[in-house]
Every structure is written in C-alpha cells, then in structure tokens.
C-alpha cells in the first residue's frame, strides 16, 4: 500500500534523518519484516503490506539508534507506541520523525489457511481492505488479526508525515469482532479451561516481552534474582504468573497493538490479558494509552470514585 | 550403511494408516512432519512442536532438597511411570538433530546425562523420509537430504501408493518382501534426488566462518532481531539448558532450557557481560552452529529443518544470514 | 541401540553435602571456607568445583587449597552475588553441597623443570595459592625450579591469606613481593600497580621462566603486555580464564568461547591458546 | 495431597502498619477471638503492596491473601490507599478475568480502631476460602511434601 509516495518521502526524508526504520519484504510467503533503510538506493525496499505486524518502535530503544536522528514508519497503534515511550521518556521528540500509515489491519495468515488451506502469495492481490482470490473479490475483516479487528485508531493520531489517505471507519464499529467480548460472555470455569489450556503450551520464549515496545526493563521480573519471583520453568502456573504479572505492567499503558500475539511461535492468544487491563483502564479509569501526551497515566493518579464496592 | 541383514518390506498406505491408529497413544509425531505427510496419515496421533518435548522437556527436576531434623537432605526425583510416547515420527532433518546434535551432546561419554539417556533409550524413532524438498527448509546446505537415516530408526518412503519400509519390526506389522529390482529402482531414485539438491557448503566453511568473527556484516545481519528465545526452544539441535534452584526450605533443582539470545546467559556475577548486545549474541548462535560445533564435533550444529525461520517473530532468516557471510567470505575482504 | 541409563547410574549433577568445619575473614568482603573433603574427590591445582547452597543456588569456584591437604577444600569466596551472599550468612556446621572437581587445572606435567613466577591480582589469588602450596609443598617442591611470587591487591585491606603471606615471606627458596594500588600510612609495602611493579622486579630470565597470571581481566590484558615485552613466550604465560558456569561439564553451552568451552577445556589457558580464540571474554 | 475434611486454609494478610496491623493488634489486646489461619506480613502502607507480591504468594501456596488498609482519607501517607485500590482493582478483574475464584483474594480497609471489625473480616475471609477448598490453579507444579 502507499508505496510509491512512501518512496518519494523517503527520498527526501533521507536528507535529514540518518535512517528509516519500516518493512521490506520477508523470505518466507506472506511474510514482511522490520529493515533499516540507511542509502538512498535500498528505498526501494520499503513496502507496506497486510502482513507488517511487528511493531517497530522497539527498534527507536536500540543501543545505536537512541541518539541518532531516525525516520520510522508507523501505524495507528505503533503512533499510539510512540506516544506512550515520549510521556516515559524514554526517546527524544526531536530524534523521530514519524511517518503516519493509516492501517486497514493486518491480516492473519492463521486465519487464512484454516479458511483456503495451504496458499501461494501469488493467487492473492491486495487492496486498501479487500482482497481478490481466485476471481473473487471479499472483504479482510474477517481475516483480520484479533487486535486489528477491534481497533479504535487505524489513522496515527500522532505523525509527522502521513502517507495515502485516512481511514475513514473504525474498525471496532465496522467488523464487530470482538474475541476479548466474545471470552467474557462464556462461564468463567470454561474460561479457566481455556486460559489453563493455552497457559500449558507457553514455553517462556519472550517472544511477545521482546516483541513490545513498551517492555523495555533492563530486567524482567521473571528472570529476576533479587527478588526471585518465579523459575524459568514453563509450567502452567509460572506461565499464568509471568503474563498477568505483564499484564498489569502493561495497564494504561497497551496501546492495544497485538504485536505481542503476532510475535507468539505457539499462537497463544496472549494479547487478551492487556487487551483485558487496558479495556479496564478505559472503562473505569477513562484513558487511553498514546492517544494525547499530556493526561496523567491512571496508576499514578486517582479519583475519590474510583471502583470501591469489591473492598470489605 | 544398507547392510544385507537390514530388514526391508512394502506395506500398503491403508496398513500404515491402520498400524498408526492402533498404536496412537504410545505414538506423537512431530508438526512438521504432520505437515509434510499430512494425507496418509491417521488423525488422533499426539502432535509435538520438536523432539525436545519428549527427549529434554523444557524443564525437569534434577533432585530435591528439604530442611529436616536441623540439616539438609538431598534425595533424587523417583522416577514416575513415564507416560511419553515411545514411538516418534518425525522428519530426517529432526532424526539427525537428535542423532547427531543432541545424543552428542547429552550422551557424551564423559558425563552422560542420565534423564536424557533413560528417555532417548525409551524412544524409538521412526524417520518419514521426505519425497521432496520442503521449500522452506535447506538440509542439504548442511550435509542432510530429504531422505537421511541413522541405519538403526525405522525409516519409511512413500513410493508409488505404497510404503518401503527398512527397519521396523514392532510397528507396521508384516509387509511384503522388496525385490532387488524394486530395492534398486529406489536406490537410485534416492541418488537423483539428492544430485538434483544444490551443493552444500564448503567443507572449510567453519574454519573460515572463524576467521570472520569481527566481520563487520554482523551488525546488519543482527539488525531485526528481537533477542527472544523462540528460535532457541523450538530448533531441534539447541541443547542449551539452565540449572535454577526454586525454593527456600524445601525446593528442587530445576534443569529449564536456556538460550544465548537472552543477555542473562553469560552475565558474569560482576556483572561484566561478554556478550552485551543483540549483535554478539546472534553472531554466537550462528557461530555455534556453523563454525564452534563443527571444529569440535566434524559435523554441522545445524540439520537446515527451516523451523527457526518459520517461527520468527521478525523474519530472521539464518539460512540468508550464512549465505551472506558466504558472499563475505567468497569476496576475500580481509576484515583484520 | 544407545544404553539405558541404569538406575545405579550417577546423576551428573548431584552434589554432596558436606558440612563447613571453619570460616575464616579475610577482608570485608572475601571469607575463606574450609569444607569436609567429599569422598573419593580427587583434584588438581586450578581445577574447581561447583557450590551448591540448598535453598539459593550453585556457583562455580576455584579450590584455593592444594590436593596435597587431604582432609579439608578451601574455597575462598568475594560477595558479589546471591550465592555469595547467601554463603557469607552461613555459619562453621552448616552443609553445603559440592560437585565437581571440574575444568582442567594447571599443566603440572609441563611446569616441571622450569622456574615459576605467580602474578596474582586481588582474589585472583586464590587458584593460584592452590598451585603455589603444591608446588611448595614437601613431596613436589624438588620438581620446579625458583619459585618468585607478585601479589597485588587494590589497598591493604583488600589483602588476602595475611598469615599465608607471612609464611611464604619467612620462606628461603621463594621470593614474595606484595604491592597495593593505594598505599596507607601503616602500609610500609610497595605501593604500585601490579604490571609497573612487574617491570621494576630484578632482572628476570624469562627463557626459563613460565608466568602463571590470574586476577580481574584487566589486570591480565596488561601484565601479559609486561610479560610480553619481557620476551616471555606466548607459551609460558598461563592464565585462568572467568565465564559464566552452570553445569561446569561443558553441556549447557554458556561458557564458550569459540568452540572452547572454558569449563571443560579451560579455565586454564596459555596465552598462546588466547591468542586463537575470539576476543569474547 | 490435603484431605478435606480437616484442611485449613493458609492465608498471607498484607496488613499496612498503621491502621490494620493497629487493629489486629487491637483485636489481640482485647482478647477478640479470630481464625489462626491468616499469616500477617506487615507493610508500611496498602499502596507498597505490589500484585506481584500477591501472586507471588498465590504461587507458592497460599489459598487466600488479604489486603487490609487504611480507610480512603485516613492514609498515613494521604494517597497510599489511593493508588493501591485502582492497582487493585485491576488485579481483581484480571484474576475474574482469568477464571480463578473471587475469594482467593480479598481486600478490606480497617482502622486502627477497629478490633472487632478486623476478626469479622478474618473470619468472612477464612470461611469463604474454606467453601472454595484449597488452591489449585496457581500454586507451581513441583511442590513436594516431606
């Protein structure tokens, strides 16, 4: 998508900034992945797909890229990232320029194949939100990620430069999907079978910690020594400790982005517990993360109404 | 390695599917093997992501330790009815991971590893051999093809609506015998295919690797990735493992998978890190792979099974890494 | 097929508990514990063993007494870490959990005949004391030739095994030196840092002599620099090498460096050996 | 493992020093009658309590933690209890969220004047965590009994 405005920026953004950090295709079928554009020539390599999942802010963290001035490439969600790192200080407004994608959704390539089976890149050709296989032409939403189908924010509200033009609905209000809804619904013992269940297959990779932005500690509490909270052991409830643990790490924070669940070599859908806290921190504490920089994150404020009535 | 003695027989796909199905509770079979021979296959079988699962679990208790009467007692983990599988089916790449990669490693004869040597002598593995070359995978990069076998595991092909079976007396029951005709006919079907596979790497390749340690190429191959440790756990050759004491007055010793791509590897006490950054950590799991695990052991650390590159979060490729350090390597740019 | 592993069969990383007879305090932060031997533990100089405190964790540390004392091991541990910590709480009675020995110890075999010169830094001390009393040692001190001793710490508070110091000064066939990078009042010792020092000692034949260096890394990097421009062969410059140890039987594949694994095929190196290696340590 | 019939449940109360450990202490004084099944850990106020401690002792064994405060208002450190309710809050949502049982953690405030409120609490909490029976979804896989 955007490609070849998103070429001529970069172009020129090159002047001024030492890199652009965006997608380029990957090496494996419907796969694309983070590259760093450094020369005028690799420009060409960008690209932007239904399928450039990974939230790339975490790369403005590195070592070598915090101090330099560098151009990135970000979605509604991966703009919200930004936002949230800024009030946290943890980068330089002066150092990014944000590059604004408004984003229909990422597709799942899950979803995909348990719907057509095994599938060529080939046989596909991709619009803004819809797809044509085989002749048919059919709308992305139901294939879309769990994240991406109740997304609240597919235009960047924070950007320097936005490439195509904005996303005119919300997803949320358009699709209708809502897994993290849809889990609240059945009875909470079925709910204890399906967390225990997918909790049983996690292996402790850290795929999804190391995949979000916002996990940036310089220790994680679950390698932690002093204080030894929990072994690296991937049992169920090592497993349930160290995702709620992150959840609640994550309140007011989860830009709802999903990167975490992309990032899972098990598929575990581990996105619903900060999905779960940060619809919470919505509900009842009334904020969204990375929307607008200045309000005061909930868990370093209060209110006197605050929920009260489950303490005795 | 095909000795006269070795047992061969033809079965039909209806036999093979029926023997599966019986024996399914003392069966699982790998995904990838799942994927690759998905159609003759009886649904039901117990599916693992990689032979780890059953031979190195991701964590095990190596013994016990209490408080009692004012001082401490050790005392070993009695060893519970196993109920793992004792059959396995599972890819050639896979078969040679754990025969070459990880039997080296846990079965050395210096320090055998005795959880490890109960389980893989529980095991027996049954090789699927592969009827082409899967796209995502490059076995032959590493001195593998599509249908290596150990001489010893039951090893089955696909061939012509039937199955040519060496090795297997428990499982798949009676077949009928293969004539020299047919047993030749397959011999050399088997050498076209591994001809028609693209060369592998030079066998200098490791000493030379060597030599390109500070190369500074390595910061870009490094660029993308995460640090986390799905390719560690899921790669059926990474063996490394942690020892952590859980407890205060009564706890175990717990033996959990490791990886190098985590920084609290080789963080000394000191808190001196030989390894600080993304760079020099990927660059040790390549290198360990391809360069230090083939000066120790005279074969690669890695079987090309492709999983690391299914499975990335971010698409890292080590196939596109070691072709890139090739191209370094061929350029003749001295990097010192 | 590959062999069950029979019941007998011994887990490889049991250790065995035995009880800490005494404590000694060397400096503020350094204490040396004398544990029971275990039985049939049989050891070289430099070789080390694995700690296992019940209740915090296993570390790896050198065994600073010699193979010579056959009742008792000596390891001399800094507090620097849980484990450590968690060891400098214990009291004399107490059980601590020993496996090992482990890693490759001094070269002995090639040591013999020459005239030996131990650089030790601070704790660095510590592997080497174990070398040097075997060396002294009534039963070996005839297989090695002079015997010359460069110890070094930061200030002398930081000075380890006092006594053993006062003994090996009173000694006539070894020459002691100690030196402190900063110097007291009360202190009426060389003050200056371990590699000068070095430079300054009387006139060194360094074609008879091999140097056994061992201390915190950047001491090493520049007393090997000394030794070198001292025309000390690569050969003859032996050191220890420090990595992270779990296992200490080169099977959980953290302590590599290049294909050595420091643990198994170390931790004692020669220079030379160095000088092939990655510079990843 | 635990038979039922005579089980007891352990429970770790997190008690903040200045108001509800003041009301066990006062409980105690006076001679109130309260289950022995909580084990007090004093904290310096309910805002210091982190969820990770919670979990924490969930993991290991406990089939109950109960928080106790000081009433909003009466926070010796005036926004203590604040932070902590939201903090709170989330927990307890998270772990309903998460399918495990409403009474394995509960929260209170009680003030230092409190006594006889503080054994109502203790006793509200100790019988619910029996009606619910002993933990089984947190506590870590490799527990052994000697």
Same mark, same amino acid.
Not at chain 1, 295 to 310: A, I, S, V
């Given at each position: 998508?955007?490609?070849?405005?998103?070429?001529?920026?970069?172009?020129?953004?090159?002047?001024?900034?030492?890199?652009?950090?965006?997608?380029?295709?990957?090496?494996?079928?419907f796969?694309?992945?983070?590259?760093?554009?450094?020369?005028?020539?690799?420009?060409?390599?960008?690209?932007?797909?239904?399928?450039?999942?990974?939230?790339?802010?975490?790369?403005?963290?590195?070592?070598?890229?915090?101090?330099?001035?560098?151009?990135?490439?970000?979605?509604?969600?991966?703009?919200?990232?930004?936002?949230?790192?800024?009030?946290?200080?943890?980068?330089?407004?002066?150092?990014?320029?944000?590059?604004?994608?408004?984003?229909?959704?990422?597709?799942?390539?899950?979803?995909?194949?348990?719907?057509?089976?095994?599938?060529?890149?080939?046989?596909?050709?991709?619009?803004?939100d819809?797809?044509?296989f085989?002749?048919?032409?059919?709308?992305?939403?139901?294939?879309?990620?769990?994240?991406?189908?109740?997304?609240?924010?597919?235009?960047?509200?924070?950007?320097?430069?936005?490439?195509?033009?904005?996303?005119?609905?919300?997803?949320?209000?358009?699709w209708?999907?809502?897994?993290?809804?849809?889990?609240?619904?059945?009875?909470?013992?079925?709910?204890?079978?399906?967390?225990?269940?997918?909790?049983?297959?996690?292996?402790?990779?850290?795929?999804c910690?190391?995949?979000?932005?916002?996990?940036?500690?310089?220790?994680?509490?679950?390698?932690?020594?002093?204080?030894?909270?929990?072994?690296?052991?991937?049992?169920?409830?090592?497993?349930?400790?160290?995702?709620?643990?992150?959840?609640?790490?994550?309140?007011?924070?989860?830009?709802?982005?999903?990167?975490?669940?992309?990032?899972?070599?098990?598929?575990?859908?581990?996105?619903?517990?900060?999905?779960?806290?940060?619809?919470?921190?919505?509900?009842?504490?009334?904020?969204?993360?990375?929307?607008?920089?200045?309000?005061?994150?909930?868990?370093?404020?209060?209110?006197?109404?605050?929920?009260?009535?489950?303490?005795? | 390695?095909?000795?006269?003695?070795?047992?061969?027989?033809?079965?039909? %796909? $209806?036999?093979?599917? *029926?023997?599966?199905?019986?024996?399914?509770?003392? !069966?699982?079979?790998?995904?990838? /093997?799942?994927? &690759?021979?998905?159609?003759?296959?009886?649904?039901?079988?117990?599916?693992?992501?990689?032979p780890?699962?059953?031979?190195?679990?991701s964590?095990?208790?190596?013994?016990?330790?209490?408080?009692?009467?004012?001082?401490?007692?050790? %005392? $070993?983990?009695?060893? *519970?009815?196993?109920?793992?599988?004792?059959?396995? !089916?599972?890819?050639?790449?896979? /078969?040679r991971? &754990?025969?070459?990669?990880?039997?080296?490693?846990?079965?050395?004869?210096d320090?055998?590893?005795?959880?490890?040597?109960?389980?893989?002598?529980?095991?027996?593995?049954?090789?699927?051999?592969?009827?082409?070359?899967?796209?995502?995978?490059?076995?032959?990069?590493?001195?593998?093809?599509?249908?290596?076998?150990?001489?010893?595991?039951?090893?089955?092909?696909?061939?012509?609506?039937?199955?040519?079976?060496?090795?297997?007396?428990?499982?798949?029951?009676?077949?009928d015998?293969?004539?020299?005709?047919?047993?030749?006919?397959?011999e050399?079907?088997?050498?076209?295919?591994?001809?028609?596979?693209?060369?592998?790497?030079?066998?200098?390749?490791?000493?030379?690797?060597?030599?390109?340690?500070?190369?500074?190429?390595w910061?870009d191959?490094?660029f993308?990735?995460?640090?986390?440790?799905?390719?560690?756990?899921?790669?059926?050759?990474?063996?490394?493992?942690?020892?952590?004491?859980?407890?205060?007055?009564?706890?175990?010793?717990?033996?959990?998978?490791?990886?190098?791509?985590?920084?609290?590897?080789?963080?000394?006490?000191?808190?001196?890190?030989?390894?600080?950054?993304?760079?020099?950590?990927?660059?040790?799991?390549?290198?360990?792979?391809?360069?230090?695990?083939?000066?120790?052991e005279?074969?690669?650390?890695?079987v090309?099974?492709?999983?690391?590159?299914?499975?990335?979060p971010?698409?890292?490729?080590?196939k596109?890494?070691?072709?890139?350090?090739?191209?370094?390597?061929?350029?003749?740019?001295?990097?010192? | 097929?590959?062999?069950?592993?029979?019941?007998?069969?011994?887990?490889?990383?049991?250790?065995?508990?035995?009880?800490?007879?005494?404590?000694l305090?060397?400096?503020?932060?350094?204490?040396?514990?004398?544990?029971?031997?275990?039985?049939?533990?049989?050891?070289?100089?430099?070789?080390?063993?694995?700690?296992?405190?019940?209740?915090?964790?296993?570390?790896?540390?050198?065994?600073?007494?010699?193979?010579?004392?056959?009742?008792?091991?000596?390891?001399?541990?800094?507090?620097?870490?849980?484990?450590?910590?968690?060891?400098?709480?214990?009291?004399?009675?107490?059980?601590?959990?020993?496996?090992?020995?482990?890693?490759?110890?001094?070269?002995?075999?090639?040591?013999?005949?020459?005239?030996?010169?131990?650089?030790?830094?601070?704790?660095?001390?510590?592997?080497?004391?174990?070398?040097?009393?075997?060396?002294?040692?009534?039963l070996?001190?005839?297989?090695?030739?002079?015997?010359?001793?460069?110890?070094?710490?930061?200030?002398?508070?930081?000075?380890?095994?006092?006594?053993?110091?006062?003994?090996?000064?009173?000694?006539?066939?070894?020459?002691?030196?100690?030196?402190?990078?900063?110097?007291?009042?009360?202190?009426?010792?060389?003050?200056?840092?371990?590699?000068?020092?070095?430079?300054?000692?009387?006139?060194?034949?360094?074609?008879?002599?091999?140097?056994?260096?061992?201390?915190?890394?950047?001491?090493?990097?520049?007393?090997?620099?000394?030794?070198?421009?001292?025309?000390?062969?690569?050969?003859?410059?032996?050191?220890?090498?420090?990595?992270?140890?779990?296992?200490?039987?080169?099977k959980?594949?953290?302590?590599?460096?290049?294909?050595?694994?420091?643990?198994?095929?170390?931790?004692?190196?020669?220079?030379?050996?160095?000088?092939?290696?990655?510079?990843?340590? | 493992?635990?038979?039922?019939?005579?089980?007891?449940?352990?429970?770790?109360?997190?008690?903040?020093?200045?108001?509800?450990?003041?009301?066990?202490?006062l409980?105690?004084?006076?001679?109130?009658?309260?289950?022995?099944?909580?084990?007090?850990?004093?904290?310096?106020?309910?805002?210091?309590?982190?969820?990770?401690?919670?979990?924490?002792?969930l993991?290991?064994?406990?089939?109950?933690?109960?928080?106790?405060?000081?009433?909003?208002?009466?926070?010796?450190?005036?926004?203590?209890?604040y932070?902590?309710?939201?903090?709170f809050?989330?927990?307890?949502?998270?772990?309903?969220?998460?399918?495990?049982?409403?009474?394995?953690?509960?929260?209170?405030?009680?003030?230092?004047?409190?006594?006889?409120?503080f054994?109502?609490?203790?006793?509200?909490?100790?019988?619910?965590?029996?009606?619910?029976?002993?933990?089984?979804?947190?506590?870590?896989?490799?527990?052994?009994?000697?």
């Open positions: 998508m955007y490609e070849e405005e998103l070429h001529r920026l970069s172009v020129k953004l090159l002047d001024e900034v030492e890199y652009i950090i965006g997608y380029t295709s990957g090496t494996l079928p796969r694309s992945r983070p590259f760093l554009c450094r020369k005028k020539e690799e420009v060409e390599l960008l690209t932007f797909d239904h399928f450039s999942g990974s939230n790339l802010t975490r790369y403005l963290l590195s070592k070598d890229l915090r101090e330099k001035k560098v151009a990135i490439l970000a979605k509604g969600c991966d703009a919200r990232t930004i936002t949230v790192l800024l009030r946290e200080g943890q980068i330089k407004r002066e150092n990014v320029v944000v590059v604004g994608l408004p984003c229909y959704g990422m597709v799942s390539l899950r979803k995909l194949e348990k719907h057509f089976g095994s599938l060529r890149p080939q046989d596909f050709t991709w619009h803004l819809t797809f044509t085989q002749g048919k032409t059919q709308s992305i939403g139901p294939f879309l990620e769990n994240t991406c189908q109740r997304c609240l924010y597919p235009n960047p509200p924070l950007f320097d430069y936005l490439v195509g033009s904005r996303v005119e609905y919300v997803p949320r209000e358009r209708k999907e809502d897994s993290l809804k849809r889990l609240e619904e059945i009875s909470s013992e079925k709910r204890w079978e399906f967390f225990a269940q997918e909790f049983q297959r996690c292996i402790r990779c850290y795929a910690r190391n995949a979000c932005p916002l996990c940036y500690c310089k220790e994680c509490f679950a390698e932690a020594q002093r204080p030894y909270w929990l072994s690296p052991a991937a049992t169920r409830s090592e497993n349930l400790f160290f995702h709620a643990g992150r959840a609640l790490h994550m309140a007011g924070r989860c830009v709802e982005c999903g990167a975490c669940e992309r990032a899972c070599p098990l598929e575990i859908p581990i996105a619903l517990l900060p999905l779960k806290v940060e619809e919470l921190v919505r509900e009842h504490f009334t904020f969204e993360a990375g929307v607008s920089p200045d309000r005061e994150p909930p868990l370093l404020t209060y209110r006197e109404n605050d929920p009260n009535e489950f303490i005795k | 390695m095909r000795g006269l003695t070795m047992r061969v027989k033809m079965i039909s %796909q $209806e036999q093979f599917r *029926k023997r599966l199905a019986e024996k399914e509770n003392h !069966l699982a079979i790998t995904e990838k /093997a799942q994927d &690759v021979h998905r159609q003759f296959l009886p649904p039901g079988i117990k599916v693992v992501k990689t780890k699962e059953i031979l190195f679990p964590w095990k208790e190596m013994y016990r330790f209490f408080f009692k009467e004012r001082s401490w007692e050790i %005392q $070993e983990v009695e060893e *519970k009815a196993f109920s793992d599988p004792t059959f396995l !089916l599972l890819l050639p790449c896979e /078969a991971a &754990v025969v070459e990669v990880l039997d080296t490693n846990f079965l050395r004869e320090y055998r590893d005795t959880d490890y040597a109960r389980r893989r002598a529980r095991l027996n593995l049954v090789i699927l051999g592969c009827p082409a070359q899967h796209p995502t995978c490059f076995c032959h990069l590493v001195g593998g093809s599509p249908v290596w076998r150990d001489g010893k595991s039951a090893f089955v092909l696909p061939w012509k609506e039937q199955f040519y079976v060496e090795n297997d007396e428990v499982l798949f029951g009676e077949g015998p293969v004539n020299t005709q047919e047993k030749r006919e397959i050399s079907w088997e050498k076209a295919l591994q001809e028609k596979l693209p060369p592998p790497l030079s066998p200098d390749f490791p000493e030379k690797l060597y030599a390109h340690f500070e190369d500074p190429e910061q191959i490094a993308r990735c995460i640090n986390c440790g799905a390719c560690t756990f899921l790669c059926p050759t990474c063996y490394c493992f942690d020892l952590t004491v859980d407890g205060k007055l009564r706890g175990s010793m717990l033996r959990t998978w490791d990886s190098c791509m985590f920084p609290k590897f080789t963080l000394h006490a000191s808190s001196h890190n030989p390894r600080p950054t993304g760079k020099e950590r990927v660059r040790q799991r390549v290198m360990h792979k391809f360069s230090y695990f083939p000066i120790r005279k074969r690669y650390g890695c090309g099974c492709g999983i690391c590159r299914e499975i990335c971010v698409n890292w490729d080590i596109e890494a070691v072709e890139r350090m090739v191209k370094r390597i061929d350029s003749r740019c001295d990097i010192n | 097929m590959i062999p069950a592993a029979t019941s007998t069969e011994r887990n490889i990383y049991l250790p065995e508990l035995v009880s800490i007879e005494e404590i305090e060397e400096t503020r932060d350094i204490k040396t514990f004398r544990l029971k031997r275990p039985g049939n533990f049989h050891y070289r100089p430099g070789q080390f063993a694995e700690v296992f405190v019940p209740g915090r964790g296993e570390a790896p540390f050198s065994i600073t007494s010699s193979p010579t004392e056959e009742l008792y091991l000596e390891f001399s541990i800094k507090k620097t870490g849980t484990v450590t910590e968690a060891l400098h709480r214990l009291n004399p009675g107490e059980m601590v959990g020993v496996r090992g020995p482990y890693g490759n110890g001094f070269p002995i075999e090639s040591l013999q005949g020459w005239n030996l010169l131990f650089i030790g830094g601070g704790i660095g001390l510590a592997p080497l004391r174990s070398l040097i009393n075997y060396v002294l040692s009534p070996y001190r005839k297989d090695f030739g002079a015997v010359s001793i460069l110890y070094g710490a930061r200030t002398p508070q930081d000075l380890v095994f006092r006594w053993e110091l006062q003994k090996w000064g009173e000694r006539t066939d070894l020459f002691l030196l100690t030196t402190v990078d900063r110097g007291e009042p009360s202190w009426e010792g060389r003050v200056g840092l371990v590699p000068e020092v070095l430079k300054g000692m009387p006139v060194l034949n360094a074609q008879t002599l091999k140097a056994i260096v061992c201390g915190p890394p950047i001491m090493i990097k520049f007393t090997i620099k000394a030794l070198l421009e001292m025309g000390f062969q690569p050969s003859n410059i032996i050191t220890t090498l420090e990595m992270r140890m779990k296992c200490g039987l080169g959980c594949g953290r302590c590599n460096i290049g294909p050595y694994y420091v643990c198994k095929d170390g931790p004692v190196f020669t220079y030379e050996e160095l000088q092939t290696m990655p510079e990843e340590y | 493992m635990v038979n039922e019939e005579n089980w007891e449940p352990k429970i770790v109360a997190f008690l903040c020093h200045w108001c509800s450990y003041a009301g066990a202490d409980a105690g004084v006076s001679r109130i009658q309260y289950p022995p099944n909580i084990r007090v850990i004093r904290v310096p106020c309910s805002g210091a309590v982190n969820p990770l401690y919670i979990l924490k002792a993991r290991e064994g406990a089939d109950g933690v109960l928080v106790s405060g000081c009433h909003p208002g009466d926070c010796h450190y005036l926004s203590g209890n932070f902590a309710r939201r903090k809050f989330l927990l307890k949502e998270l772990l309903r969220f998460l399918g495990i049982e409403e009474e394995r953690v509960q929260f209170s405030w009680v003030s230092a004047s409190e006594g006889q409120r054994s109502q609490v203790v006793q509200e909490v100790v019988e619910s965590v029996k009606r619910i029976g002993p933990s089984r979804k947190n506590i870590k896989e490799f527990v052994f009994h000697v």
